[in-house]
Antibody, heavy 123, light 107 residues
Framework: EVQLVETGGGLIQPGGSLRLSCAAS????????MIWVRQAPGKGLEWVSV???????SYADSVKGRFTISRDNSKNTLYLQMNSLRGEDTAVYYC?????????????????WGQGTLVTVSS | EIVMTQSPATLSVSPGERATLSCRAS??????LAWYQQKPGQAPRLLIY???TRATGIPARFSGSGSGTEFTLTISSLQSEDFAVYYC?????????FGQGTKVEIK
C-alpha cells in the first residue's frame, strides 16, 4: 500500500526557515516524480515544486530561489527546504506522486497524496 | 502556463439530483486532466484521470468527459458524502495547474 506522511510543519516567524519531510512507503521515491502542492487557508490548490526521477527540479515563481526540493533515496523520503518564509507561504503543504501510474496516453497522473502538514508564518 | 477555470464557483444541489461541473483550459492539451474531491481537513482524493477514467474505487455515479479545452465532471445522483469541493488539474504541461475549485453544497 502506498503511503505518504508529511512532517515538519509548524509556526515560524517571517524570514525564518523550515524543512518539511515526506516519508514514503509502498513505492520508491527515486523512481517517480514527486511534487509539493500547497493550500492556503480557505483557498485552492497551488503546485509548488517537482523533483523528477533524473534529479532535476522545477519551482513555482512564487517560491523560486527560496525553496529547495530534494530526496534521500536511502530513507525513501522527499524534502522541502523553505527559507526566507513570508506570510503568504502560510498553507497546508502536501506531497504527492503518480506512484508509477500512467494514463492511456502515457502521461503520469497524480494518484497519491499525503495528509498534509500546516505551515504558519507569523510573528 | 495553462490556466484552468472552473465554473460555477458554487453549485447548490439537492440529494439525488444531478450535478454538472465545468473546467476550461486556456490552451488545448488533449485529455491529460484529472478531477479531485476534497472535504474539509482532508487531502484531495483522485476521482478521474485521463479526463474520463474513474480511479480505483470511485463509484460509477462519477463520470468525466471532454478534451482539448473543455471538460466536465458529472455526478449523476448526489449522495450526502458527495458534498465537497472539486478541483480539475491538467498534468500535460509543467507547471501542473489546478482550477480554483467548485463547491458542491446542499440545496
Amino acid at each position: 500500500e502506498v503511503q505518504l506522511v508529511e512532517t515538519g510543519g509548524g509556526l515560524i516567524q517571517p524570514g525564518g526557515s523550515l524543512r518539511l519531510s515526506c516519508a514514503a512507503s509502498g513505492f520508491t521515491v527515486s523512481s517517480n516524480y514527486m511534487i509539493w502542492v500547497r493550500q492556503a487557508p480557505g483557498k485552492g490548490l497551488e503546485w509548488v515544486s517537482v523533483l523528477y526521477t533524473a534529479g532535476s527540479t522545477s519551482y513555482a515563481d512564487s517560491v523560486k530561489g527560496r525553496f529547495t526540493i530534494s530526496r534521500d533515496n536511502s530513507k525513501n523520503t522527499l524534502y522541502l527546504q523553505m527559507n526566507s518564509l513570508r506570510g503568504e507561504d502560510t498553507a497546508v503543504y502536501y506531497c504527492a506522486t503518480p506512484g508509477g501510474l500512467k494514463d492511456s496516453s502515457g502521461y503520469y497522473y497524480v494518484r497519491y497524496w499525503g495528509q498534509g502538514t500546516l505551515v504558519t508564518v507569523s510573528s | 502556463e495553462i490556466v484552468m477555470t472552473q465554473s460555477p464557483a458554487t453549485l447548490s444541489v439537492s440529494p439525488g439530483e444531478r450535478a454538472t461541473l465545468s473546467c476550461r483550459a486556456s490552451q488545448n492539451f488533449g485529455s491529460n486532466l484529472a478531477w479531485y474531491q476534497q472535504k474539509p481537513g482532508q487531502a484531495p482524493r483522485l476521482l478521474i484521470y485521463g479526463a474520463s477514467t474513474r480511479a480505483t474505487g470511485i463509484p460509477a455515479r462519477f463520470s468525466g468527459s471532454g478534451s482539448g479545452t473543455e471538460f466536465t465532471l458529472t455526478i449523476s445522483s448526489l449522495q450526502s458524502e458527495d458534498f465537497a469541493v472539486y478541483y480539475c488539474q491538467q498534468y500535460n504541461n509543467w507547471p501542473q495547474t489546478f482550477g480554483q475549485g467548485t463547491k458542491v453544497e446542499i440545496k
